[in-house]
């Protein structure tokens, strides 16, 4: 079936550095992606639409400077959070969507835990 | 704003126990999926809805979409403690490729 490999599972970085997370499909073509936060113990947040070759779209409320986003091949999303500062800290989850798959193919990532300190 | 209401929001049972999980939304949805997720991890698909009415089973589970793709409720039969973490249901839009998650339930089965 079809795979979305997240990377890093987690990371610690200092307040006011970058961080960069990769989404990468396996084994199909994503030519739109997804990114979205969750808090503890709440639900999926949608936080942008990723498409190949083209700006992200940003959903209302999420900064666009603050979490850049780069789909520059149709296997490999990623998202950098700039600046980080501690309020960033959460659990970012990516996924993408296998227009061939079965079950209307989302598939997610495991995820990567982001702490900032 | 497409909102997607889950209820209960928390469910602590005992083996063996029967539940019903709803997601409820004002929206109508193409589609309405099911996810589990455990701590530290990726939701994981259950189950896709496509057709109002539609009811699926997955072992002791089954899924139902309301007639008005609007509403959707996930039945457990027999809860085991394999059956604990988070509950989300989602649903897809007709114009977007989005997938716009509820609200989450956060089930707990004690053996």
Redesign the interface.
Known sequence: GAV?S?HPSWVICKSGTSVKIECRSLDFQAT?M?W?RQFP??????MA?SNEGSKATYE?GVEKDKFLINHASLTLSTLTVTSAHPEDSS?Y?C?A?DRDGL??G??????T?LTVV | ?QLLEQSPQFLSIQEGENLTVYCNSSSVFS?L?W?RQEP??????L??V?TGGEVKKLKRLTFQFGDARKDSSLHITAAQPGDTGLY?C?G?SYN?????????T?LQVFP
Not at chain 1, 41 to 46: G, I, V, Y
Request: zero cysteines.
């Open positions: 979305v997240q739109t997804f979205y113990k709440q639900s999926l947040m949608l639409t209302q659990f989850i996924s969507r079950n209307y989302y598939t997610f990532g495991s995820g835990r | 704003t589609s999926q996810y530290g991890e990726g939701p994981v698909l189950v896709t496509v989300l989602a897809g977007t490729d989005k997938l716009i998650f509820g609200t989450g956060r």
